[in-house]
C-alpha cells in the first residue's frame, strides 16, 4: 500500500506561484503514473497533471503553459509547479498514484487511480 504525502500548499496572490510537493512511501515508485487533482469547495474533483513512467507528461486545458508536472525518482518525489496563479486555481490539491498496470491510461481521470494523499490547500487571492 503505497502512502503519498503532500504539501507545499498556502496563501498567494493572483499572478504569483507556489511548489506542491508529494513523497510515496513505496520503493518502486519509478514505475508508477503519478498525478495531481484539485477539489473546490462544491465542486467536482477535477484532474491537473499527469505523467506516467517515462515522464510524459499531461495536462488540463486551463493549466497549460501555467503548470509544470514533474518527478525525482530517486526522492520518490512528485511536483508540481503552479505559476501565473489566478484565483480559479483556490482548492485542495491532491496527488495520486497508480501502480504498473497494462492497458491504456487516461492520466486526468480520477478513477484511473488507487492510492490518494490527504491533500493541501491553495488559496489564490
Known amino acids: 500500500h503505497v502512502q503519498l504525502v503532500e504539501s507545499g500548499g498556502g496563501s498567494v496572490q493572483a499572478g504569483g506561484s507556489l511548489r506542491l510537493s508529494c513523497v510515496a512511501s513505496e520503493y518502486t515508485y519509478s514505475r508508477y503514473r503519478i498525478g495531481w487533482f484539485r477539489q473546490a469547495p462544491g465542486k467536482e474533483r477535477e484532474g491537473v497533471a499527469g505523467?506516467?513512467?517515462?515522464?510524459?507528461?499531461s495536462y488540463a486545458d486551463s493549466v497549460k503553459g501555467r503548470f509544470t508536472i514533474s518527478r525525482d525518482n530517486a526522492k520518490n518525489t512528485l511536483y508540481l509547479q503552479l505559476n501565473s496563479l489566478k484565483e480559479e486555481d483556490s482548492a485542495m490539491y491532491y496527488c495520486?498514484?497508480?501502480?504498473?498496470?497494462?492497458?491504456?491510461?487516461?492520466?486526468?481521470?480520477?478513477?484511473?487511480?488507487?492510492?490518494w494523499g490527504q491533500g493541501t490547500q491553495v488559496t489564490v487571492s
Open positions: 505523467v506516467d513512467s517515462d515522464g510524459i507528461t
Open positions: 495520486a498514484a497508480r501502480p504498473p498496470k497494462s492497458g491504456p491510461w487516461a492520466p486526468l481521470r480520477s478513477d484511473e487511480y488507487d492510492y
